[in-house]
């Protein structure tokens, strides 16, 4: 692999102990992938920034990082917190959990990362253009700057994203290459897909369709004839969750799409395959409720992937003079939040008993053992709600949510 005098100095480590071992990460991946060289890239998305996920070991290995000098190069922001940074009483958030997750916030603040935790950092402020090299973390992010956006990123580990930011350098290999941005399979919609809920059953119907083929997840689909922005980003959330899926190509939607052929292996996805899959994700998984009288029963949650204003001006909508009967908790990005409370949309939605949940999810926050049953639109927080929190899944629609939390 060539390095240039640049990065041989930071491998020498003449800007730092932090760089260096930043480089280090670098060039050890670039080995393994067999990348040719390092490229610039322009923005870094972290993820691995929950405490719960994180741990002790992770919290020493960023503050040994600050300790060592390590300086942001390039725009980098946080994947989602364990907790509401400014609000976490009011989510029952245990106060040594959220001083270990400040202590996380911190190290990345003193190595000059912007501490807005989201995984939509293209809705507030880090929004890549068209063939712009990135090196962003988070699947339904990475996904979404790929496909939608035409920008290109492998999906990055947290320490190979950290490693980005101190260098802004990443090894130039897999979906930075035009190589691996060819599809290699058709998939064609024969079903009416419409809102947040079906966009995401569909990608999981595509991601397991993939995963179970084994086909390398490129795919090429046909037959959907538009896509809002929200629907788009459920989408990627879900397809790269189900079928680790971090690129595809929509016909007459992505920017990508008309450089390609569809490919001559195809596959048609049914109403039926769809219907059956937003059933599917209504499950009971097991019986905690009976086994643990403590549990809440339900928790409502809209936001995966984090809630875009638009989606939040359409939920004070149907709250406005309304009471929530239910624990109902939005979540979204700090800055959507604070664009929100100026709109007025944010009174409107606590004033109905609402919890919106800034820098923070339902999944990454630690919630285990609290509920009995997530009641949300997002099939990627239904699967991580089971992996991760046991919950039963129910699975509605944007606007079901809503009208159920309401009842
Ligand atoms: Fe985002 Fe959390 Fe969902 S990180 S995509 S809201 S699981």
Redo the contacts with the bound molecule.
Sequence with gaps: MHLSAFELSLLNGDSGPAARKAMQILAALGKIYEAEAMIPVSSVQISGVSYDNLGDAGLEFLAEMANGGGKARVLTTL??AGMDVENWQALGIPADFASKQMQVIEAFARMGVITTC???PYLVGSLPHFGEHIAWA????VCFANSVLGARTNREGGPSALAATLTGLTPAYGYHLDEYRIPTITIRVAARVSGTHEFGALGMVIGKVLEAAKLKPLPYIQGIPGATLEELKSFC?SIATYGGCALFHMQGITPEASLHTPPAKSLTILQAELDQAVLSLTASRQTSASSNPGLLPDLYSL????LSLREIARLAELLEGKTVKKELWI?TARPTRDAAERMGYVRIIEAAGAKIAADT????TPIGGRFNTLVTD?A??CY?AYAKNAFNTRFLSFEQVIAEALE
Excluded: M, Q, R
């Excluded at 988070?138 to 992010?141: F, I, N, Q, T």
């Excluded at 999810?361 to 990454?364: G, H, K, S």
């Design positions: 994947n989602p989201t995984c939509t988070e699947s339904s992010a959330a936001g995966c992937p984090h979540t999810c339902c999944v990454v997002s990627k927080a991580y």
